[in-house]
């Protein structure tokens, strides 16, 4: 059994919030596309979907792929939690 008292502040709030990243990945397309933006940690697990081949159907990869389209073209916004990153 793990000692929790052994973790450090960000283990432990690991460990309370729910991961957002165990959600399918449509999930959190439909949110990024919806809030037209996404935080540096949504960005990195999109990026580690498409190049550990993970099972993306045809449609999700091209929602990622729009994705990183609209964030070059600043349609969608990189945010680091919560505050645009300039």
């Known amino acids: 059994m793990l000692d929790i008292s052994l973790l450090n502040n960000d283990d432990r709030m690991a460990k309370a919030v ?15 596309l919806e809030q037209r933006q996404l935080n540096r940690h949504e960005h990195l697990h999109l990026t580690s979907l498409l190049l550990a081949n993970h099972r993306l159907t045809a449609e999700e ?26």
């Not at 929602?63 to 505050?83: A, M, P, R, T």
């Open 61 to 86: 990869r091209r929602q990622i792929n729009q994705i990183f389209d609209q964030i070059q073209s600043g349609q969608i916004k990189l945010v680091d939690e919560g505050k645009p990153l300039l």
């Open 18 to 32: 729910p991961n957002r990243f165990n959600q399918p990945p449509q999930r959190i397309l439909e949110r990024i």
